[in-house]
């Protein structure tokens, strides 16, 4: 990155904390047993809870450690509010409930990037939408001298997986009309790096749960997949499979400068439901002509 963002070490703490909590984590097993929980209920497991909602940036865990205590599965009043916050993000009913559309949501494949984490986010009118793009704390971005990016794969990436990867880059490259993506196979000069790695894997962000993928800001240039996922390589939806090329998608935004969006039709919307296909929005090649001042 142009320069070691602040949040950064805060997300490292977060997720060192939730990949330790259990390392057979399973959200899907632990969030339906708890659905149906409210404010002053106390039933084991509940912070497991709490730490989700830390890991993604709606509970502060600097603020209150007492969050990861395997002990504390009382359900307070700032969980309520961090699970409005939680509801409020993705357009639910925000009751303060872990009723079952939130755990439904709770459960899909997401993106290791926290929701919350003081974004920039716009609610600018648009082609008779509401734009929602957001952008990382400072707005980091690329040079304008470096609109011109290149990117490789390492040595253990599968080759079979390499071409959505591409055509994701040449899609944002032709629907923004501003950068150029070219390959290349020095993987540590390049500008952008593409690896596909497993569990905790050195970058202080480990793979858990239904997390498919994460990618750093401006200028940093890593993007990592889950290794320990399925995953298929398209043109269409496969059943029970995470699609490389819309992932890259998304994760090419963050490498951009785009955090999540609040529009659920964006690329950057958080989650995907496994076995579906998606491709850029008006929402999110917008943010990219914002961020960059191509307007």
Not at 129 to 156: D, E, H, M, Q
Not at 227 to 237: E, H, I, R
């Amino acid at each position: 990155m142009a320069s070691k963002l602040a949040f950064l070490p805060f997300f490292c703490i977060l997720f060192f904390l939730f990949s330790l909590s259990n390392a057979k984590y399973d959200t899907e097993t632990i969030f339906k047993r708890l659905q149906g929980c409210h404010k002053g209920t106390k039933v084991q497991g509940l912070h497991y809870l709490k730490l989700y909602l830390a890991s993604f940036g709606y509970l502060n865990y600097q603020h209150n450690p007492n969050h990861t205590n395997p002990e504390n599965d009382l359900f307070d009043q700032e969980l309520e509010a961090a699970l409005k916050s939680y509801q409020n993000f993705y357009h639910l009913n925000a009751s303060g409930t872990l009723d079952g559309p939130t755990v439904s949501q709770m459960i899909l494949p997401r993106c290791g990037h926290p929701d919350k984490e003081n974004s920039h986010i716009h609610g600018k009118k648009l082609l008779n939408i509401v734009s929602r793009y957001a952008f990382f704390p400072g707005n980091p971005r690329w040079p304008r001298s470096k609109s011109r990016l290149t990117y490789a794969f390492n040595s253990s990436y599968p080759n079979a997986y390499i071409p959505p990867v591409v055509d994701a880059f040449n899609t944002w490259a032709s629907d923004t009309g501003y950068f150029t993506f070219s390959r290349v196979n020095d993987f540590t000069t390049s500008d952008l790096k593409i690896s596909f790695d497993s569990g905790d894997h050195g970058d202080g962000f480990p793979f858990r749960g239904r997390v498919v993928a994460h990618a750093f800001a401006p200028t940093d240039g890593r993007f990592h997949y889950n290794a320990d996922l399925p995953w298929s390589v398209g043109p269409g939806p496969v059943p029970n499979a995470n699609d490389l090329g819309t992932v890259a998608l998304h994760e090419i935004g963050h490498l951009l400068g785009l955090h999540h969006s609040q529009f659920e039709s964006a690329i950057m919307w958080p989650t995907l439901p496994i076995g579906q296909v998606k491709g850029l929005s008006e929402d999110d090649i917008q943010g990219i002509r914002v961020l960059y001042g191509l307007n």
